[in-house]
């Protein structure tokens, strides 16, 4: 560990080589993902035993704990750096092995590749796994390549690279039009060039200007910021030490990670002590006179405070409650100073642009849309993770090949994209172009990049009402229409999913959802309504068999449901009818049968039963007219 | 301390009020340092007392009602003791299409007490969390602040009950 600090971009340079010749005498090195993911699956055990064994065989073996390595699915991973051989699902008591056979003699062990779910043969590197071979990663290329709490690894492969160019052979202005040229747009959402903020913040005077990396992943689902965060922190601290280089008058910058991810706090205070150690942050930052620093925030469990303006609030101490724009907080952001503010992976984006290039990053995804997309793939796919991909990948790629196809097989009904702001992507866009603008086109948005992939075991209405739900509980309640309206369409949609919809349910949620999203406040707020708005416009049918024929087509919603006992089966044991709370189970010539009048349909009875004979069936309906529903049950 | 945890439910002793203190000492007035003091406070206490927070507002030189404001804006900041153990169900959206509603039920049950509540022993408080970000694992819980690949309610709790027996 050196304690100099660098003076200079020659300082750096020095520094690299060093670390790389020190790298090239170590006889091997193993690469083992600690993601929380991972983690959750025992890998600090795995880095424990694997450096006893290899001591134990005086092998100068180097385990190198990483950030996420993308396929949490298959966790444990284990990469040896030297042959590029690829374990996953490892254990703990793998670890002698690892370390004899494929580290010390070089051989496989075959259990631990993972193999072809069709052909059954199996993949021995990274590059033939479909999931990794068809993404392309440039924010991603250290996350789960390095050890996120070593400075030297960082800088070793090419780290601070981009921001010793910058700040000794470019000025602001350049910089500037590098990143305008590259047309940069914000990953957090919304798709806003992060040049033209840069540009705006740099124009207006002040003495203090301020860059916020917003790190408030909120949305559900979503999970690349903090794999970043906690995979790769010295990149996001050199993307906004660029930032402030380029918007001039900015000492100070914070970091808002969400109070639920401890571990990319962690990394990166660590990442940011380090950093000033080496004189990365801090006073004359590579002798160059830039003076800046950063704070981490720890974010205390609100979902709003993702919103720019609610943020900065929150930063200041106070409600975390957005604020109507203009002024656009590049004039009047924190403290009432301009600011910048960046989402995680826009930031970590700026680093390689000014390393290679805006041409070059225009090379990769749409004209619209340049450079890549990390995505959480979560949902019912084969292959859960992080990916990055170019944009402009179809839908259908990212399911099939690099997500190995829907679970057990089933049909693919829908691609919930961007979270709570987000919508639904239906069978017939499979093959749609995915960037910021073809998916506004049809109804969805990028969100920061949640993909939830369902089946057709899932009920629209019902993941509708589950976003809602989410929306009402965390709406700030400053403005009326996305307090009092969110609350609203969860009523409607609550009563649709328990069987109590009624004719002209979807007209207003219709009228409810556009007044929400023409008056409120704040752009999480305007966003509320997506999820409902799109699954009404591709699942429309699904809705109307709620409502009229009381029949949830995927057979989820169990308020639609009817229960039946399957005599043959049953022991007559008696269990569920003392946990019916209805007395809606009767005993009847020596059977127990199910009164359907009486059943509140809460499922209590399947969950007692023994013998599993309890069914629930969904059954459809003849369409009705809703009114003379509920005549039945009050007979 | 052998006295029961209900009894000391809404005293504030002396010891509380000293570990306050030490954790105010480390702040000046400064406001944007509000939202991390009452999670230092939190952090040392459990939970935030109104004691507490009446002095956390004499320190930053604010109104009892300003920090209270702000504290119960943030869903991290409780204002009642919390149990010993913290079992935390992701109810995301990943979890969610994976059955996390059945996990809520079933820890419910085995506890016997609803989410959000904690049992009268104090040692369990049951709580949903929107998103832990670990959707690829879905669905998940989270103890005491570990993410548990352990789905079923009943292991959930035993295995807090034995990890604590070896203590």
């Known amino acids: 560990m050196t304690n100099k600090r660098l003076k200079g971009a020659k300082d750096l340079e020095l520094l690299r080589k060093d670390l790389l010749k020190g790298r090239e005498e170590e006889s091997a090195s193993v690469r083992v993902c600690c993601g929380t993911g991972c983690r959750a699956s025992g890998s600090d055990k795995i880095v424990e035993s694997l450096e006893r064994e290899a001591a134990k065989a005086g092998l100068n073996i180097r385990v190198c704990p990483t950030g996420c390595q993308g396929l949490c699915e298959k966790g444990p991973l284990v990469v040896s750096v030297v042959d590029g051989t690829f374990y996953h699902k490892v254990d703990a008591f793998d670890a002698p092995k690892i370390v004899d056979l494929t580290l010390g003699r070089k051989e496989k062990i075959d259990r631990l590749l993972l193999s072809d779910p069709i052909t059954g043969e199996r993949a021995q590197t990274e590059e033939e796994i479909p999931f990794y071979a068809k993404q392309e990663r440039v924010v991603l290329k250290n996350c789960g390549h390095i050890d996120p709490e070593s400075i030297e690894d960082y800088i070793a492969a090419g780290g601070y690279k981009a921001l010793a160019k910058a700040l000794t052979g470019m000025t602001p202005d350049e910089v500037l039009s590098e990143i305008k040229a590259a047309r940069l747009r914000g990953r957090g959402g919304a798709g806003f060039d992060a040049g033209v903020k840069w540009e705006g913040a740099r124009r207006v005077k002040s003495d203090v200007k301020y860059i916020i990396c917003n790190g408030d992943e909120g949305d559900p689902g979503a999970f690349m910021d903090r794999s970043v965060l906690e995979g790769d922190p010295h990149a996001v601290i050199e993307g906004m030490i660029i930032a402030a280089y380029a918007v001039g008058d900015s000492k100070n910058g914070y970091i808002y990670a969400r109070g639920e991810y401890p571990l990319a706090v962690k990394n990166m205070n660590i990442a940011i002590t380090q950093a000033r150690e080496l004189g990365l942050l801090g006073k004359n930052i590579l002798g160059s006179g830039l003076n800046f620093d950063v704070e981490v925030k720890k974010g205390a469990g609100a979902f709003i405070c993702g919103e720019s303006t609610a943020l900065m609030y929150s930063i200041e101490g106070k409600r975390g409650m957005p604020r109507p724009t203009p002024p656009r907080s590049v004039e009047k952001g924190l403290y009432g100073k301009p600011t910048v503010l960046n989402n995680v992976e826009t930031l970590a984006c700026v680093p390689p642009i000014i390393e290679k290039g805006a041409d070059w990053f225009r090379s990769i995804g749409t004209k619209g849309s340049p450079g890549t997309k990390i995505f959480a793939l979560t949902g019912k796919v084969k292959n859960t993770g992080l990916i990055e991909v170019p944009m402009g990948i179809s839908i259908g790629e990212i399911i099939y090949d690099i997500g190995g196809g829907i679970i057990d097989d089933r049909e693919f009904k829908a691609a919930q994209i961007g979270g709570p702001s987000g919508g639904c992507i239906p069978k017939e866009h499979l093959d749609l172009e995915v960037d910021f603008d073809s998916l506004s086109e049809v109804g969805a948005m990028m969100g920061s990049g949640g993909l939830v992939i369902m089946d057709e075991s899932d009920c629209m209405v019902e993941i509708a009402r589950y976003f809602l739900s989410f929306t009402q509980v965390e709406s700030c309640g400053k403005c009326p229409p996305c307090r009092i309206g969110t609350s609203e369409m969860l009523k409607i949609l609550t009563d649709i999913v328990e069987g109590r919809g009624k004719e002209g349910d979807i007209e207003r949620l219709e009228e409810i959802g556009k007044r929400i999203q023409e008056t409120a406040l704040c752009g999480l707020g305007k966003s509320a309504p997506n999820p409902v708005l799109s699954t009404i416009r591709y699942f429309r049918d699904e809705y109307e068999a709620h409502i009229l024929k009381d029949f949830c087509p995927a057979g989820a919603c169990v308020s639609l449901g009817h229960y039946r006992i399957e005599s043959s089966e049953c022991l007559m044991c008696n269990l569920c009818v003392e946990v019916c709370a209805f007395d809606a189970i009767i005993e009847k010539r020596g059977s127990l049968y199910i009164d359907e009048v009486y059943c509140d349909k809460c499922g209590a009875c399947i969950g007692v039963c023994p013998t599993n004979c309890i069914v629930r069936e969904f059954v459809e309906k003849p369409a009705l007219a809703k009114s003379g529903k509920g005549e039945t049950k009050d007979e | ?167």
């Open chain 2, 1 to 167: 301390m052998g006295t029961c945890a209900c009894e000391q439910k809404g005293q504030f002793t002396d010891e509380d009020t000293a570990a306050v203190k030490s954790v105010l000492d480390g702040y000046g007035q400064k406001e944007g340092e509000l939202v991390h003091a009452l999670q230092d406070v939190q952090h040392a206490l459990g939970y935030l007392p109104k004691e507490a927070m009446e002095m956390i507002a004499d320190s930053f030189n604010l109104s009892f009602a300003h920090i209270y404001g702000v504290a119960s804006f943030y869903a991290h900041f409780y204002f009642a003791p919390r149990g010993k153990n913290i079992i935390k169900v992701c109810t995301g959206t990943a979890c969610h299409v994976r059955g996390a509603k059945d996990i809520v039920i079933g820890l419910e049950e085995e506890l016997g007490i609803e989410a959000g509540g904690t049992t009268d022993d104090m040692e369990f408080t049951l709580e949903t969390v929107s998103c832990v970000g670990c959707c690829a694992l879905a669905p998940v819980v989270v103890v005491n602040e570990e993410v548990v690949k352990e789905k079923k309610p009943k292991r959930i709790v035993s295995s807090v009950r034995g990890s604590e027996d070896d203590k």
